[in-house]
């Protein structure tokens, strides 16, 4: 192709700073954010412990959101009987909030009577010998366990009602018992093997197969298993009423498959497992700009693609899952585009290719000196000239080089034909113990060199 001399993409000249400028915007980002994020709306889209997690997570790490969500916190975490989370948002507040000795006295005496009955129930249960009572009553001591925050206790007491599940539908509910408590504790060690479990029960329903999806999902991002995960959130099954709040939102989904398939998945699977998916297009619809980012990069307009992912940024950060994945997963997007960019060319003026992506070309010539180092892009820089060559191939000597191979292995082959036919002509076979292959032994293992010396000389003596 002709060298390029026009724009392309020149709308990019209007996107958001480049990747090696959003460090020093982080706290301005911060700053600015409340202007645009709704809190309160955000929030509702989650339930129980994890609505309250995500609450301290903003508090701490955005301080335009400060007060509000601490007061949102404090307010959720009163419909718990979990004291230790409610001192902790008390002193993580810095004085926003008070302590109130008399509500921690109350609700002390209060979990100390309710956790004796769940204990004597439990008791009880286990002296008429019943197996569903126990289950049942092993079930309420671990959620009230997970309720107050004794994790510990809550996992064991929910790993024992397996051995009184008596259907897969106890079996199933014991394993999103275990699962949940994992993600609350952003724990995934039991998660693999309990996700295995539930998936194999055949009472397994289109919204438990949506929680094991997405949770799925989280465990491979918490992995930095970036294309892994975003194959389960593509998967998970669509839900309109967001029945697994208490996890996760059907918007989390979008952004979390979205972001992780366009730094992983290469053009043909992002159109169809992506862009064309019935099933995913319905989270997509969640979140327009993510629809539109995803569109923008597949028709290589690159410029408005990274305009969308510096505006979603400051939210993505305030993300309790994602927060320290976002710079990995831009700068893969980031490269991905570059790699994109250049690749239908024979030469590009890097002056055009720097006000495209919105960097400088000492900034762009760094970013493409790396992606060379690490052979993703086929290229050399001119300097002088400020332009990026493609790197041709010898073809000459690549083709001289695969005919000698060709030939090389065209003569092994040969060679072993003919060995095997001359052993078949003089009746020459060799017969081994297997167990004693298998331990590393030969009968005899200097009759065994003998007899190979012999088949190559008799093979060389001969004249075919």
């Known amino acids: 192709m002709e060298d390029m001399e026009v724009e392309k993409n020149?709308?990019?000249?209007?996107?958001?700073?480049s990747n090696n400028n959003n460090n020093n915007n982080n706290n301005n980002n911060n700053n600015s954010i409340s202007n645009e994020f709704d809190l309160e709306t955000y929030i509702n889209n989650y339930s129980g412990f994890t609505k309250i997690h995500r609450l301290i997570f903003i508090a701490d790490n955005c301080k335009q959101l400060e007060v509000e969500a601490y007061n949102m916190a404090l307010k959720e975490v009163q419909k718990t009987p979990n004291l230790e989370l409610y001192n902790t948002i008390i002193n993580k507040s810095h004085g926003i909030l008070e302590l109130d000795p008399v509500y921690i006295e109350n609700l002390s005496k209060k979990n100390s009577l309710q956790l004796d009955k769940l204990e004597q129930d439990l008791n009880t249960a286990k002296s008429n010998m019943v197996k569903d009572s126990i289950r049942f009553a092993q079930n309420d001591l671990g959620e009230f366990y997970y309720k107050i925050g004794d994790h510990q206790n809550a996992l064991k007491c929910f790993i024992r009602t397996r051995d009184y599940c008596t259907t897969s539908k106890h079996v199933l509910a014991m394993c999103f018992n275990i699962i949940k408590l994992g993600v609350d504790t952003q724990n995934y060690t039991h998660a693999p093997s309990y996700i295995a479990k539930?998936?194999?029960s055949p009472d397994l329903d289109n919204v438990s197969n949506a929680k094991l999806r997405s949770v799925n999902g989280l465990y491979n991002l918490d992995g930095s298993r970036y294309?892994?995960?975003?194959?389960?959130?593509?998967?998970t099954p669509f839900e309109q009423s967001?029945?697994?709040?208490?996890?996760?939102?059907?918007q989390d989904i979008a952004y979390y498959g979205g972001l992780c398939a366009l730094a992983t998945f290469d053009r043909n699977e992002l159109k169809k497992k992506v862009i064309d998916d019935p099933m995913f297009k319905n989270y997509l619809e969640l979140v327009p700009e993510l629809r539109e980012l995803i569109n923008d990069f597949y028709n290589t307009k690159y410029g408005s693609c990274l305009k969308y992912l510096d505006k979603m940024k400051?939210?993505?950060?305030?993300d309790i899952h994602l927060y320290k994945h976002v710079e990995i997963l831009y700068q893969r997007i980031r490269s991905k585009a570059l790699i994109q960019y250049f690749s239908p060319y024979q030469s590009v003026d890097m002056n055009i290719m720097a006000s495209a992506f919105n960097t400088t070309v000492t900034l762009l010539e760094k970013e493409i000196s790396k992606l060379i180092m690490e052979n993703e892009i086929q290229a050399r820089i001119d300097s002088h000239n400020k332009r990026l060559y493609a790197r041709k191939a010898d073809q000459r000597t690549t083709t001289f080089e695969k005919t000698l191979q060709v030939g090389s292995d065209f003569q092994n082959s040969s060679n072993s034909l003919l060995l095997r036919l001359e052993m078949l002509n003089n009746n020459i076979s060799t017969v081994s113990n297997r167990k004693d292959n298998e331990r590393g032994n030969w009968e005899n293992p200097h009759h065994h060199h003998q007899m190979q010396h012999q088949m190559f000389g008799l093979f060389n003596n001969n004249k075919f």
């Open 242 to 250: 967001n029945v697994f709040s208490d996890i996760i939102s059907s």
């Open 227 to 235: 294309k892994l995960a975003a194959r389960k959130f593509i998967e």
């Open 198 to 200: 539930a998936e194999q």
């Open 314 to 318: 400051p939210i993505l950060l305030l």
């Open 10 to 17: 020149t709308e990019g000249s209007s996107s958001s700073s």
